[in-house]
């Protein structure tokens, strides 16, 4: 009697079907990962910024044709939507022509992310497929990283102008965004508390998107060190981990470093932590405020806070700290001129090198889509924390599978978006975004047989 490896023998006993539905899947897949694992040629074509949309549209288009998108819709992809239309609402108010394109481009940002919430959960069946993904998104900052290390120990840092950059009117490329679209390179040189060293950036825009990649994706690679089998596994992935943190040190984002560790131990001590959470946060009171009073009635006391915190504030010199609190001014003071559906976008400031609404998520979605947009944007967020909580018994022990990085993610977040904005960098917001479905996809998938 001949005996079958168990998986071809379940592949061939299949229905003609079934094994068409499954090979389908598999090439969805496989097109997902290539189209993350691809970066390296968008960004130098300068692509890579538009061709989120672009792929993900391609493969709802896919999953469409093979009857695969769920009707209705997911709660967060609703919520998106809804999100979106808030954008187009407060998009009325732009008053600066060259901004609509500001506009679009963040909009194009959030419809990829639409795509992803829709499609991803529909193309993902078994735990097999979801670790291949998370390994997929490891693999990127494997990359990403490597690249990093490259330009930091000064052996590779390229500067060419890209094939798309070259297409783009030339008022276009005379803007931030679209001078570092044009002109692709990995980092610059920069000062650090009066160190010299190389600021990088990799394949994303800007340094800080870069860590916000890094950061969300390291405790991935925690996770899969913890999981690996292999002493091969677990070498591959403490390199991954090393070069991650290097590149994350040198992008010297310091909120995005500070949300690192700070999620970290949110994750590792958070049972602990709930257990104890009224006691927790009396003491937080407590400690905030004595904190605040003492500042307030001393002004020694106000001094010295000043002045510790001036080396961490400072350590690229006054000029980052000052341009950006010469953006929080107008920003608030434009909030608060159009409180309702806000500006539409970004806007210049008359002798700030930033514009208003820039350089926090939170207070840009006030500025940009005021009250409106922003109840929106929390009922999204709030969708997706319901989305990756167990709604079930039988769910529980599906999505504690991934309990630990959520958890560090998720915390991440909270604080990066006081200083960062996301959809800056359409990269970023992409792998931000696969990485929260993945999330919410393990929900409802079976880990059993992931491996």
């Known amino acids: 009697m001949e005996v079958r490896p168990l998986h071809t023998a379940m592949v061939s006993d299949q229905p003609s079907g079934q094994r068409s539905a499954a090979g389908g899947e598999l090439a969805v897949i496989a097109s997902i990962s290539g189209l993350y694992l691809l970066l390296p040629l968008w960004w130098w074509l300068g692509a890579e910024q538009f061709i989120w949309p672009i792929g993900w549209g391609l493969l709802a288009a896919m999953l469409a044709l093979r009857k695969r998108i769920r009707v209705p819709l997911p709660a967060t992809a609703r919520w ?20 609509i394109i500001t506009f679009a481009r963040t909009l194009s940002t959030y419809l990829a992310a639409f795509l992803i919430v829709v499609s991803l959960p529909n193309a ?13 998104t490891v693999l990127l900052l ?27 009117p030339t008022w276009v490329r005379d803007t ?24 990088v950036y990799t394949f994303f ?51 995005p470093v500070i949300a690192f560790l700070f999620g970290g131990a949110y994750a590792l ?10 006691l927790v946060m009396a003491a937080a009171a407590l400690l905030l405020l004595v904190g605040a009073g003492v500042v307030l009635l ?26 950006r609190m010469a953006v929080y001014g107008p920003t608030v003071r434009g909030i608060l001129a159009r409180p309702l559906f806000g500006w539409g976008t970004e806007r210049d ?73 996301p959809d800056l960098d359409a990269t970023a917001f992409a792998v931000l975004w696969l990485v929260l479905t993945l999330f919410m996809a393990s929900a409802r998938i079976n880990q059993d047989d992931a491996g």
């Open 142 to 168: 494997a990359i990403c990283s490597a690249v990093g290390l490259l330009g930091i120990l000064g052996i590779w840092r390229p500067s060419f102008i890209s094939p798309v950059g070259g297409l783009l």
């Open 176 to 199: 931030t965004y679209g001078g570092v679209v044009v002109n692709r390179t990995i980092g610059r040189t920069a000062h650090f508390l009066g160190l010299t060293y190389f600021r």
């Open 349 to 421: 400031v008359p002798g700030a090198v930033y514009p208003a609404g820039s350089h926090s998520y939170y207070l840009g979605i006030l500025y940009k889509h005021g009250i409106v947009g922003f109840l929106t944007w929390l009922g999204l967020a709030w969708t997706i924390l319901r989305e990756v909580r167990p709604r079930s018994a039988a769910e529980s022990q599906a999505i504690t599978y991934l309990a630990v990085p959520r958890n560090w993610i998720l915390a991440e977040l909270c604080l990066v978006f006081l200083t960062v904005v």
């Open 205 to 255: 825009l800007f340094p800080n998107q870069y860590a916000v990649f890094v950061a969300i994706v390291l405790p991935l690679a925690f996770w899969m060190l913890r999981r690996a089998a292999s002493s091969r596994g677990r070498l591959f992935y403490l390199s991954v981990i090393a070069m991650g943190l290097v590149n994350l040190v040198c992008t010297t984002g310091r909120v």
């Open 298 to 323: 001393s002004g020694a006391a106000r001094d010295s806070l000043s002045r510790a915190a001036e080396p961490l504030l400072y350590a690229r010199g006054s000029g980052p700290v000052d341009d």
């Open 124 to 136: 993902l069946a078994t735990g097999r497929q979801l670790d291949g993904l998370l390994k997929v």
């Open 80 to 99: 998106l939507l809804i999100f979106v239309l808030a954008q187009l609402a407060s998009g009325a108010s732009i008053q600066e022509p060259a901004r």
């Open 269 to 278: 001590l958070g049972p602990a932590v709930r257990r104890h959470l009224k």
